[in-house]
């Protein structure tokens, strides 16, 4: 028997109070994974977090070699996560946080299910150049399918850009990530599935599974174009996304 309320219990508690713990390992199915992380997420929207929209994790093949795992998931964001620009971020509150440039969608009307890529566009009210802040709640950002999916995908911190409108071509936009002005990954959003309106349209599938929808004012991050950064002390990150502008963090030092 699987307890998913001890696992869900186990990794909130990891990720309310920083601390890494062991991977529960290949046996636990991708099924009873996503149990857990529906489980632990509820235990956050009890404490009065607010659900703001998903992310989808492993969407590109840089991602996926990067951390061994090759199956798309996805992960629940909460208003906790929101970065705010100008409020640095503590490393305190994380345990091994990592950086990844990504996409943001915001969407306008309800998308659940099989959609084409054009109904997911439909769906769609603005487009924004973001960053991930992922931080693995296992020993040594270390984990199997299972362990990272009732992990939330590792879902940390979301720093979003300006919101562009949804017409933007971002089917090949490039994607340029630097730390303390100098530049550690360079991507194009053609590494998101080939296209990043394809992510949103695996997004629209996976959450209609769970018996859930994209809603209005959702957001949802399309999976990072390159593998992620360690974030050090006293470093400033920022994204340049062609044609969506930039988006800027910093941690304290
Ligand atoms: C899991 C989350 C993957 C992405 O953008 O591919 C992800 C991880 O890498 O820890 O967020
Ligand atoms: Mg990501």
Not at 58 to 80: C, E, N, P, Y
Not at 152 to 168: F, K, L, M
Not at 172 to 181: K, T, V
Not at 195 to 224: K, M, Q, T
Request: one cysteine or more.
């Amino acid at each position: 028997m699987v307890d998913i309320d001890a696992m869900a219990q186990s990794i909130d508690e990891a990720a309310r109070t920083h601390t890494a713990i062991r991977q529960f390992g290949k046996s636990l199915r991708e099924e009873d994974a996503y149990a857990v992380q529906a489980a632990s997420i509820k235990r956050r929207l009890t404490r009065g977090e607010r659900r703001i929209g998903m992310k989808m994790g492993f969407t590109s093949r840089a991602k996926m070699d990067q951390m061994g795992v090759h199956d798309m998931i996805w992960g629940r964001l909460t208003d906790q996560m929101l970065v705010e620009e100008g409020a640095p971020i503590k490393l305190a509150d994380y345990i091994h946080p990592r950086v990844e440039p990504e996409i943001a969608f915001l969407i306008g009307a309800r998308l659940q299910g099989i959609v084409s890529i054009a109904q997911a566009q439909a769906a769609v009210a603005a487009v924004a150049p973001a960053m991930e802040i992922i931080d693995s709640r296992y020993e040594n950002f270390q984990f199997a399918l299972g362990d990272v999916v009732a992990d939330n995908a590792s879902s940390s911190g979301v720093v979003i850009g300006p919101w562009a409108t949804r017409d933007t071509d971002i089917a090949n936009i490039g994607m340029l990530m630097s730390i303390d002005g100098e530049v550690v990954q360079v991507g194009s959003s053609a590494a998101i599935l080939g296209h990043p309106l394809r992510s949103l349209v695996a997004a629209a599938r996976l959450v209609g599974n769970a018996g859930e929808s994209l809603e209005p004012g959702d957001i949802v991050l399309a999976g990072a174009a390159t593998p992620a950064e360690a974030l050090r002390p006293g470093c400033h990150v920022r994204i340049e996304v062609q044609r969506l502008g930039c988006a800027d963090f910093s941690v304290a030092a």
